[in-house]
Nanobody
Framework: QFVESGGGLVQSGGSLRLSCVAS????????MSWYRQAPGQERELVAA????????????SVQGRFTISRDNSENNSEIKLYLQMNSLKPEDTAAYYC????????????????WGQGTQVTVSS
């Protein structure tokens, strides 16, 4: 079960922090990612983090502005995923989804095993 939160309406240049709690997953084996989808556009990868949290990847459009992080639970059955978004721009407006993949890095939507329900981020100019 995935529960996402933290979306909302913010002015250009502002910040938001998205959270995703993924229950029932063996923490260290899952690559976790944030995707976003704007109306009429394909879902795109925003950021990804390795199972242990020691490696991250970002889309060029958010590099230097967004930071992905994770907190694996001690009992290895829950993952908390975060996306700190700074210097937001109107083009960041989209529904943001957390996703999990058991295995190595992947960018295709079809390669992810589990998805959250999405949280809306709207950036006004």
């Amino acid at each position: 079960q995935f529960v996402e939160s933290g979306g909302g309406l913010v002015q250009s240049g502002g910040s938001l922090r998205l959270s995703c709690v993924a229950s029932g997953l063996s923490s260290s084996t899952y690559v976790m990612s944030w995707y976003r989808q704007a109306p009429g556009q394909e879902r795109e990868l925003v950021a990804a983090i390795s199972g242990t949290g020691d490696a991250t990847r970002y889309a060029d459009s958010v590099q230097g502005r967004f930071t992905i992080s994770r907190d694996n639970s001690e009992n290895n059955s829950e993952i908390k995923l975060y996306l700190q978004m700074n210097s937001l721009k109107p083009e960041d407006t989209a529904a943001y989804y957390c996703a999990a993949r058991d295995g190595v890095w992947a960018t295709r939507v079809s390669e992810y095993d589990y998805w959250g329900q999405g949280t809306q981020v709207t950036v006004s100019s």
